[in-house]
């Protein structure tokens, strides 16, 4: 009954025009309480051999559970995962069909999902559709249309053909085909609950819940991907397959992928039921031998796609008819490159990322159908409109592609591939093609996103290769350490790679990256020395094995204190303990100009310290008890939280102020030790700390 009435109130807010696309917070808990406390002995009850083998002969409760995976406030929503985590190894898989309404389970092997010729029910439900189903509710999707632009989605249009939706968006939409079988793929799922589930599934594909459950989970997930192959014609536009469940569900399945599809759905159809290899055609503009043909032309015979576009240029030959194998039209090609799930069919890419919960769908402009050349696609985008050849290839006229061309290596790969690099490399980028067997440490292609953008692939930008092996543009590494931290605190998370959090380099972001180790190596230098005046550099927090900062005073001195740039002499200054900042919020909303060390803000004329100079002279806040930040007015100290609340403050007569010890935003502190340690004037007046270093030695 409680299953139920979450389900209607669920359906009515999702009917709801205001909305459409809302999901249950936790923070409404009161509709949820009495399901929450049920659900509580529920769990209490799995804890037991007993208890879940009773659990699992539940079918009722089976039944809702599914239903409030899909309907229930996040917190429920985590607590029915568990439940499922705990009871499922007592479900069979035929049994659990039997109570979910799954007709048929997918086949035993997967060799038998690959060539069954059968095109499937649009609403046939899958043993893990409703699994797949939260986490495709929780993907941005981006839609591209090679060599042109989508129209006529329900999504929010980014620049270069490139279009991005989410489920609910199209769903809410007038195009998505959908039965009532599928209803759980209304509404949206909060990330957070997407990567539970997508834990769930990817240990019971690894066998944690029993080796039955491991078969069926890797034999489902194959089934939904080689689903996009049986896609109809008539729904492989960007607007109609954008609108078809199969598409999300694949797209989901991308995020659960492990290496065992890899290795198993890629053979294609030139790989016989009976496991043996097919003739494949060769190239006959090859000599090797080994190079393959997908397309047939008329005149000119089996031709790769590297020979079909340069045969073609020419006007004379242009007119050649010209037809891809049915075999290629019919071929996939999954990849797991980084933790990133990749599909290529002839006329479509498609790739998602679970970890950031992105997808990207590319739409092929061929579809197998006889055609003939145009001109030359843009090397960059795949336009070609506009396209003129150049030093680097054919370029089109997008502002872009040329300033790409600009900084393009102008080389050319033994293989025939143009250099995806940059210009002056003293070692060129391997082929992204993956045409250098020799080149071991990439671990990426031409097809895979790049990391920072998550916008476009690779080859569609000059990349360099970073130390650690991994791929980026170029212009993405440099905007990222253009833009540095987010906020007013230095933080140096911005240079790690973002997928192996090794420390960016390369030579060419030499000119970005020294004036930021040299930021970073002052820091460091000043929080050390901070550490060291405080004790604190032989605290369990260093000297305990398999604490987060073992062995590592640095890293804990830089992540215990706050230092900021100094507008005026652009060097680091101290300003607090760094979780002095997270309990005031402050927000990335805030004025440079105002950031001032204490040295270039010394409207006291305070004493300079024999020993550490001005380096690391500290002012106190006007109106609290706490190192001062910002430096507004030309006369006034604030520290982070009185800054955020600066109109108020600033207005608040002297005498009303409250007195040491005093608290950020006008609040008095019990008791009579000032935080700061120090005797000062009354709260509202200017004060120099003096030597920070020297102040903290002397509290000893």
Same mark, same amino acid.
């Given at each position: 009954?409680?299953?139920?009435?979450?389900?209607?109130?669920?359906?009515?807010?999702? !009917? #709801?025009?205001?909305?459409?696309?809302?999901?249950?917070?936790?923070?409404?808990?009161?509709?949820?309480?009495?399901?929450?406390?049920?659900?509580?002995?529920?769990?209490?009850?799995?804890?037991?051999?007993?208890?879940?083998?009773?659990?699992?002969?539940?079918?009722? =409760?089976?039944?809702?559970?599914?239903?409030?995976?899909?309907?229930?406030?996040?917190?429920?929503?985590?607590?029915?995962?568990?439940?499922?985590?705990?009871?499922?190894?007592?479900?069979?898989?035929?049994?659990?069909?039997?109570?979910?309404?799954?007709?048929?389970?997918?086949?035993?092997?997967?060799?038998?999902?690959?060539?069954?010729?059968?095109?499937?029910?649009?609403?046939?439900?899958?043993?893990?559709?409703?699994?797949?189903?939260?986490?495709?509710?929780?993907?941005?999707?981006?839609?591209?249309?090679?060599?042109?632009?989508?129209?006529?989605?329900?999504?929010?249009?980014?620049?270069?053909?490139?279009?991005?939706?989410?489920?609910?968006?199209?769903?809410? !939409?007038?195009?998505?085909?959908?039965?009532?079988?599928?209803?759980?793929?209304?509404?949206?799922?909060?990330?957070?609950?997407?990567?539970?589930?997508?834990?769930?599934?990817?240990?019971?594909?690894?066998?944690?819940?029993?080796?039955?459950?491991?078969?069926?989970?890797?034999?489902?997930?194959?089934?939904?991907?080689?689903?996009?192959?049986?896609?109809?014609?008539?729904?492989?536009?960007?607007?109609?397959?954008?609108?078809?469940?199969?598409?999300?569900?694949?797209?989901?399945?991308?995020?659960?992928?492990?290496?065992?599809?890899?290795?198993?759905?890629?053979?294609?159809?030139?790989?016989?039921?009976?496991?043996?290899?097919?003739?494949?055609?060769?190239?006959?503009?090859?000599?090797?031998?080994?190079?393959?043909?997908?397309?047939?032309?008329?005149?000119?015979?089996?031709?790769?796609?590297?020979?079909?576009?340069?045969?073609?240029?020419?006007?004379?030959?242009?007119?050649?008819?010209?037809?891809?194998?049915?075999?290629?039209?019919?071929?996939?090609?999954?990849? =797991?490159?980084?933790?990133?799930?990749?599909?290529?069919?002839?006329?479509?890419?498609?790739?998602?990322?679970?970890?950031?919960?992105?997808?990207?769908?590319?739409?092929?402009?061929?579809?197998?159908?006889?055609?003939?050349?145009?001109?030359?696609?843009?090397?960059?985008?795949?336009?070609?409109?506009?396209?003129?050849?150049?030093?680097?290839? !054919?370029?089109?006229?997008?502002?872009?592609?040329?300033?790409?061309?600009?900084?393009?290596?102008?080389?050319?790969?033994?293989?025939?591939?143009?250099?995806?690099?940059?210009?002056?490399?003293?070692?060129?980028?391997?082929?992204?093609?993956?045409?250098?067997?020799?080149?071991?440490?990439?671990?990426?292609?031409?097809?895979?996103?790049?990391?920072?953008?998550?916008?476009?692939?690779? #080859?569609?930008?000059?990349?360099?290769?970073?130390?650690?092996?991994?791929?980026?543009? =170029?212009?993405?590494?440099?905007?990222? =350490?253009?833009?540095?931290?987010?906020?007013?605190?230095?933080?140096?998370?911005?240079?790690?790679?973002?997928?192996?959090?090794?420390?960016?380099?390369?030579?060419?972001?030499?000119?970005?990256?020294?004036?930021?180790?040299?930021? /970073?190596?002052?820091?460091?230098?000043?929080?050390?020395?901070?550490?060291? /005046?405080?004790?604190?550099?032989? #605290?369990?927090?260093?000297?305990?094995?398999?604490?987060?900062?073992?062995?590592?005073?640095?890293?804990?001195?830089?992540?215990?204190?706050?230092?900021?740039?100094? /507008?005026?002499?652009?060097?680091?200054?101290?300003?607090?303990?760094?979780?002095?900042?997270?309990?005031?919020?402050?927000?990335?909303?805030?004025?440079?100009?105002?950031?001032?060390?204490?040295?270039?803000?010394?409207?006291?004329?305070?004493?300079?310290?024999?020993?550490?100079?001005?380096?690391?002279?500290?002012?106190?806040?006007?109106?609290?008890?706490?190192?001062?930040?910002?430096?507004?007015?030309?006369?006034?100290?604030?520290?982070?939280?009185?800054?955020?609340?600066?109109?108020?403050?600033?207005?608040?007569?002297?005498?009303?102020?409250?007195?040491?010890?005093?608290?950020?935003?006008?609040?008095?502190?019990?008791?009579?030790?000032?935080?700061?340690?120090?005797?000062?004037?009354?709260?509202?007046?200017?004060?120099?700390?003096?030597?920070?270093?020297?102040?903290?030695?002397?509290?000893?």
């Amino acid at each position: 009954m409680e299953a139920t009435r979450v389900r209607e109130e669920w359906e009515h807010a999702i !009917s #709801s025009k205001e909305n459409a696309n809302s999901q249950p917070s936790d923070e409404d808990a009161s509709s949820d309480a009495y399901c929450f406390e049920l659900l509580s002995m529920v769990l209490a009850l799995s804890g037991s051999n007993v208890g879940r083998q009773y659990l699992a002969q539940q079918l009722t =409760l089976l039944q809702d559970l599914f239903s409030l995976l899909h309907t229930a406030s996040p917190r429920v929503q985590r607590q029915v995962t568990s439940l499922l985590r705990r009871v499922l190894p007592e479900v069979t898989p035929n049994r659990l069909a039997s109570i979910i309404g799954v007709k048929s389970l997918p086949p035993a092997d997967i060799s038998d999902i690959i060539h069954s010729t059968e095109k499937g029910d649009w609403n046939k439900l899958g043993i893990l559709d409703m699994f797949l189903g939260c986490i495709a509710k929780a993907l941005t999707v981006q839609l591209k249309a090679k060599g042109t632009t989508i129209t006529g989605t329900a999504g929010t249009t980014v620049g270069k053909g490139v279009t991005t939706v989410t489920l609910p968006m199209i769903f809410n !939409s007038s195009y998505i085909r959908r039965g009532e079988s599928h209803w759980w793929m209304k509404g949206s799922t909060p990330t957070q609950i997407s990567e539970i589930i997508i834990k769930l599934v990817k240990d019971m594909a690894a066998g944690h819940l029993s080796e039955a459950w491991s078969r069926v989970t890797k034999n489902a997930i194959a089934e939904t991907i080689i689903a996009l192959t049986k896609m109809e014609e008539e729904f492989r536009s960007p607007v109609r397959c954008i609108a078809t469940t199969r598409l999300w569900l694949a797209l989901a399945s991308l995020c659960v992928l492990d290496q065992d599809h890899v290795d198993r759905l890629s053979s294609g159809r030139w790989m016989g039921k009976d496991g043996q290899q097919k003739q494949m055609p060769m190239c006959d503009n090859h000599d090797d031998g080994e190079t393959a043909a997908i397309i047939l032309c008329n005149v000119c015979g089996n031709l790769c796609t590297d020979c079909d576009r340069f045969l073609h240029l020419h006007r004379r030959t242009k007119t050649h008819q010209r037809q891809v194998f049915k075999e290629e039209e019919e071929a996939i090609k999954v990849d =797991l490159h980084e933790g990133c799930g990749r599909t290529k069919l002839f006329w479509l890419m498609a790739l998602a990322d679970s970890k950031t919960m992105k997808a990207m769908v590319e739409f092929r402009e061929h579809t197998g159908k006889p055609t003939t050349s145009s001109s030359e696609a843009c090397r960059f985008c795949g336009s070609r409109s506009g396209t003129e050849l150049s030093a680097v290839g !054919s370029v089109c006229s997008d502002a872009d592609c040329q300033e790409y061309a600009k900084i393009a290596c102008c080389k050319t790969h033994p293989c025939g591939h143009p250099c995806g690099g940059v210009k002056n490399e003293e070692h060129c980028l391997p082929c992204l093609h993956g045409c250098d067997k020799s080149a071991t440490t990439l671990k990426q292609d031409a097809d895979d996103m790049c990391m920072i953008c998550f916008t476009e692939a690779l #080859s569609a930008a000059p990349a360099i290769q970073l130390d650690c092996s991994h791929v980026f543009h =170029l212009q993405c590494c440099r905007r990222v =350490l253009e833009n540095r931290w987010l906020g007013p605190r230095i933080t140096f998370g911005f240079i790690s790679c973002p997928i192996c959090k090794n420390k960016i380099n390369h030579v060419v972001l030499k000119d970005l990256l020294d004036p930021i180790k040299e930021l /970073y190596e002052d820091v460091k230098r000043k929080a050390l020395m901070r550490l060291e /005046y405080e004790g604190l550099h032989k #605290s369990e927090a260093i000297t305990t094995p398999g604490v987060r900062f073992y062995n590592d005073p640095a890293g804990y001195a830089m992540n215990r204190y706050a230092y900021y740039v100094c /507008y005026k002499c652009k060097k680091a200054y101290f300003g607090g303990e760094a979780r002095c900042d997270a309990e005031a919020g402050q927000g990335d909303d805030y004025d440079p100009r105002e950031l001032i060390c204490g040295a270039c803000s010394d409207v006291s004329r305070a004493q300079m310290c024999p020993k550490h100079g001005t380096d690391f002279l500290e002012y106190k806040c006007r109106y609290c008890c706490s190192v001062a930040v910002f430096f507004c007015f030309g006369t006034t100290h604030f520290c982070n939280a009185c800054h955020d609340d600066f109109q108020r403050m600033t207005s608040i007569p002297k005498e009303e102020l409250p007195h040491c010890p005093a608290g950020p935003k006008g609040k008095q502190l019990e008791g009579t030790e000032c935080p700061l340690h120090v005797v000062h004037p009354p709260t509202g007046e200017e004060f120099a700390l003096g030597c920070g270093v020297c102040r903290n030695a002397h509290t000893f």
